[in-house]
């Protein structure tokens, strides 16, 4: 089986409204689907540059996002429908009863508007925008494969990742913002170790540009990449492609899911074959 997918390197900027951000979303999935894209994934926060529109000197609080959730989801949905394609819609901010959770939308082609909330919150999240952890993790089948969406942070914890593995995912999709060099390769380098550890796929991709008008996305260093184990069938470096740092662009690769079961089986090592489940066991 195989998956083509793309990442975009959303640019972050100021924009007077709704409109305005929509009219962003529609060039990037316009782009994807000149090039065959069947899976389209958008950065973490990508909806933060409506606060920008907001009148006060920061711009809105960032529970003012989920005003816009009807709107987000109906653009999003609509599009993955006219193009027919998925799309990972980055993360949006929504309300579960008094609490502000950051949440990742995979929008199908078919209509189908599923969600995932981010499981590990980042202090500043906690601590500046009183944004609250999910309660679990769910994995995704669609005709090409079954696929996880685990958002920037969470990448950072194995234990998740084993657990989205062992629910039958071979792609992990990883939405991220990430604000300095130190963010960013903590993400990235995790990646690697993840795609190594469980022998999948995982396409990340980071916010760039910056939102002059809305505190802590001031700065923003990111670079969407598709990674893979590092073994014979795949690149050295397990980079099957990258973007350009910092760039508003877009990346592109095809995913042949048979060759993870080639070296699941076969590989220099077998990783995921060799765990320990006796000692420390998947998920429960």
């Given at each position: 089986?195989?998956?083509?997918?793309?990442?975009v390197?959303?640019?972050?900027?100021?924009?007077?409204?709704?409109?305005?951000?929509?009219r962003?979303?529609?060039?990037?999935?316009?782009?994807?689907?000149?090039y065959?894209?069947?899976?389209?994934?958008?950065?973490?926060?990508?909806?933060?540059?409506?606060?920008?529109?907001?009148?006060?000197?920061?711009?809105?609080?960032?529970?003012?996002?989920?005003d816009?959730?009807?709107?987000?989801?109906?653009?999003?949905?609509?599009?993955?429908k006219?193009?027919?394609?998925y799309?990972?819609?980055?993360?949006?901010?929504?309300?579960?009863?008094?609490?502000?959770?950051?949440?990742?939308?995979?929008f199908?082609?078919?209509?189908?508007?599923?969600?995932?909330?981010?499981?590990?919150?980042?202090?500043?999240?906690?601590e500046?925008?009183r944004?609250?952890?999910?309660?679990?993790?769910e994995?995704?089948?669609?005709?090409?494969?079954?696929?996880?969406?685990?958002?920037?942070?969470?990448?950072?914890?194995?234990?998740?990742?084993r657990?989205?593995?062992?629910?039958?995912?071979?792609?992990?999709?990883?939405?991220?913002?990430?604000?300095?060099?130190?963010?960013?390769?903590?993400?990235?380098?995790?990646?690697?170790?993840?795609?190594?550890?469980?022998?999948?796929?995982?396409?990340?991709?980071?916010?760039?540009?910056?939102?002059?008008?809305?505190?802590?996305?001031?700065?923003?260093?990111?670079?969407?990449?598709?990674i893979?184990?590092?073994?014979?069938?795949?690149?050295?470096?397990?980079?099957?492609?990258e973007?350009?740092?910092?760039?508003?662009?877009?990346?592109?690769?095809?995913?042949?899911?048979?060759?993870?079961?080639?070296?699941?089986?076969?590989?220099?090592?077998?990783?995921?074959?060799?765990?320990?489940?006796?000692?420390?066991?998947?998920?429960?």
């Amino acid at each position: 089986m195989k998956m083509r997918v793309s990442a975009v390197q959303f640019e972050l900027r100021d924009v007077s409204g709704f409109d305005e951000f929509s009219r962003q979303v529609v060039h990037y999935v316009r782009n994807a689907a000149e090039y065959g894209t069947q899976f389209l994934l958008f950065p973490e926060f990508v909806t933060t540059p409506l606060l920008s529109a907001g009148k006060g000197e920061s711009g809105d609080p960032i529970g003012k996002l989920t005003d816009y959730t009807d709107d987000y989801v109906s653009l999003f949905s609509g599009l993955a429908k006219e193009y027919g394609m998925y799309l990972i819609g980055g993360t949006h901010v929504t309300r579960h009863g008094d609490q502000l959770r950051n949440t990742a939308f995979l929008f199908g082609p078919d209509g189908s508007v599923r969600t995932q909330d981010k499981l590990h919150i980042t202090p500043t999240e906690k601590e500046e925008w009183r944004v609250k952890e999910g309660d679990g993790v769910e994995v995704f089948d669609t005709p090409f494969g079954t696929i996880g969406v685990l958002t920037c942070y969470d990448i950072e914890f194995p234990e998740i990742v084993r657990m989205v593995r062992a629910k039958g995912a071979d792609v992990i999709f990883c939405p991220s913002c990430t604000d300095d060099r130190h963010g960013f390769y903590r993400v990235r380098y995790c990646c690697h170790a993840r795609a190594v550890e469980n022998q999948i796929y995982i396409v990340t991709t980071g916010t760039v540009g910056s939102l002059r008008r809305v505190d802590f996305m001031r700065a923003n260093y990111g670079q969407a990449a598709v990674i893979t184990p590092n073994d014979i069938p795949f690149p050295p470096r397990g980079i099957l492609c990258e973007g350009e740092i910092n760039a508003d662009m877009l990346i592109t690769a095809d995913l042949d899911l048979s060759l993870l079961e080639d070296v699941r089986k076969a590989g220099s090592v077998t990783t995921w074959r060799d765990r320990r489940t006796d000692l420390y066991p998947d998920w429960k």
